[in-house]
């Protein structure tokens, strides 16, 4: 079971605060979260924080160990982290490049059990056709599909995605998040997702966390989290949440309500 606790989290690059007097509690164990908000508003800086990679006031504590504190190896055994940036496009196929992920973390695996985990992790999610394709041969979208079977095989407590089906169609982005539900599920680990689409995060994630302003504007369950106030205080649009049969809440966006003329600057 994992625990995550955000305890008045700042993150800063300089004099530029971008994060400020994040505190968030626990999340159920197994859940999918999304992270939201407009571009620029801090959701990379904040993974790249959790994943030890960011320097950060404040605390954040996996499992009862403040992350900024952990020994590499602790953080890359039981922290999984998928940048927004595609994997290199090296002559490595995929999967020399996935099973060197597992046996960097996972010593402890015998080289016959971590083939079988590597193999297991592309017939989980669909790719074992490309497990034998160099990378620098691959599409975008194939890329990022590896890249997520190179944290998914590492077996971490927490899995950070950072926009993990910005190069993916809709079939796959359906697959990554099925899957990576899956996951979290199975082993009451944690998966936060840094996500664009709000639609596909409310229909999919258990909990979404809003960021806005610096702050976070709302945490709560994807059923509840989207109100045309918090559209606008987020997004500067207008929009309208409706339900459909299934009682899945989806945004409609009506049009800007912000004057033309704003940056993408926080
Ligand atoms: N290495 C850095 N040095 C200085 N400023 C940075 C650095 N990385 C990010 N920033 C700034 O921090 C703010 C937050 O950036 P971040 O990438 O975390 O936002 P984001 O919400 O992930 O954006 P997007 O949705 O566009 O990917 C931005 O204003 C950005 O310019």
């Known amino acids: ?34 992270v939201l908000g407009p571009n620029g508003v801090g959701k990379s800086s904040f993974l790249r924080a959790l994943a030890g990679l960011n320097k950060y006031g404040g605390s954040a504590k996996l499992n009862g160990a403040e992350i900024n504190r952990m020994a590499h190896q602790t953080r890359a055994r039981h922290i999984g982290y998928l940048p927004q940036s595609l994997p290199q496009g090296t002559s490595l196929v995929a999967y020399e490049a996935v099973l060197s992920a597992c046996r960097a973390v996972r010593p402890d695996l015998a080289h016959n059990a971590a083939q079988a985990f590597a193999e297991a992790t592309f017939e989980q999610l669909g790719i074992t056709s490309l497990a034998f394709q160099a990378l620098n041969q691959m599409s975008g979208g194939q890329r990022q599909m590896v890249g997520l079977a190179q944290v998914i095989v590492r077996a971490p407590d927490i899995m950070l995605l950072d926009e993990p089906t910005s190069a993916l169609d809709l079939r796959w982005q359906l697959r990554v998040l099925d899957v990576v539900r899956r996951i979290a599920r199975q082993q009451r680990g944690l998966a936060l997702m840094a996500l664009h689409d709000i639609n596909l995060a409310l229909r999919h994630c258990d909990h979404i966390v809003l960021f806005g302003n610096g702050a976070v504007l709302a945490s709560d369950c994807a059923q509840n989290v989207m109100t045309p106030q918090r559209l606008r205080d987020a997004y500067q649009v207008d929009g309208r949440i409706e339900y459909c049969s299934r009682g899945t809440p989806f945004v409609i966006v009506d049009r800007l309500s912000s004057p033309p003329g704003q940056t993408l600057e926080n």
């Open 1 to 34: 079971m994992t625990e995550l606790i955000i305890d008045d989290l700042s993150i800063a690059y300089g004099n530029k605060q971008v994060l400020t007097h994040i505190s968030l509690p626990a999340f159920a164990p197994g859940a999918l979260i999304g």
